[in-house]
């Protein structure tokens, strides 16, 4: 027992990996704007999500590329077109990025009332019975406000050590190859998926206290099985902007001041991301 201890120890200290997840420093960002093309996403009064997704990439894009020296931005897409889950991972993993960032525009379901009109007489068993009738109505309105930030959960961390040992650009150059059945890279992946995870935490918090300093609802970081997120190879987070059915912030995300506070919002997370997985 003691030995496994200090064996893992050992490797935790002197794996590259470590070194590696540490000190890589942040050279390549994916942005990610969801949906698009034939794929709309969700709607709201007068717009749809794959716009305002697009909308915010390039602002967030144009942000880094400004102000971050020494980082790239790579797209998934910079038109209304559609690529499929697969070709926006093909496109992270190739790039070899050290970030993954997805765009996206909340929606929650609406409310439904019925509204008492009155009674009418139907035949039921060959009586006359009174039964009350109802208006209904479907309110695709929502109350609901606010930004959130989610991450892989751990339970789709497999498909995460898949797409690394498929994708091993990344992580071979530092290790060599990676064979998933020699205990010794098992370690090594559940460190780095580890690394990932703890790296997409710190990148959502700091970019849910940039929403709130703008005075946006902070719905928080969570944890989701995420696809969009499980076939890349390097730390994620999906950024949910806003609520496209809640009519004053569909307001908002088509403005301009709004689409440049969101894009501001998380372009401050990701300088204060850099600025801290860079320290050492
Ligand atoms: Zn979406």
Do not use: W
Not at 121 to 127: D, G, L, R, W
Not at 193 to 198: P, S
């Amino acid at each position: 027992m003691k030995f496994y201890i200090k064996l893992f120890l050992f490797l935790f200290a002197f794996s590259p990996i470590f070194a590696l997840a540490a000190g890589k420093g942040l050279h390549k960002i994916v942005i990610d704007a969801g949906h698009g093309g034939s794929d709309a996403g969700a709607g709201g009064k007068f717009s749809h999500e794959k716009d305002l997704t697009l909308a915010i990439s390039l602002r967030l894009g144009a942000l880094i590329e400004r102000n971050l020296k020494n980082v790239e931005v790579i797209y998934t897409r910079t038109t209304d077109i559609y690529p499929s889950l697969k070709e926006r991972h093909r496109i992270a993993n190739q790039a070899n990025a050290d970030l993954f960032i997805s765009i996206h525009i909340n929606s929650s379901r609406g409310t439904t009332e019925r509204i008492f009109q009155g009674y009418k007489t139907i035949k039921k068993k060959k009586k006359r019975v009174q039964v009350p009738v109802y208006k209904v109505i479907h309110h695709h309105e929502t109350t609901a406000s606010g930004t959130e930030v989610q991450i892989l959960g751990l339970h789709r961390a497999g498909q995460k050590a898949t797409a690394m040992t498929s994708n091993t650009d990344n992580v071979e150059e530092e290790v060599g190859m990676l064979d998933v059945n020699d205990p010794q890279t098992a370690i090594i992946i559940a460190q780095y998926l580890q690394a990932f995870q703890g790296n997409s935490v710190l990148l959502g918090t700091y970019i849910q206290q940039e929403f709130s300093t703008q005075g946006r609802t902070d719905r928080g970081v969570k944890q989701m099985g995420l696809e969009v997120l499980a076939g890349s190879a390097m730390p994620g987070v999906l950024v949910e902007c806003g609520f496209i059915n809640n009519p004053s912030e569909e307001e908002y995300m088509n403005s301009e001041v709004g689409l440049d506070e969101i894009a501001r919002a998380i372009f401050n997370g990701v300088r204060a991301y850099k600025a801290e997985i860079e320290k050492n």
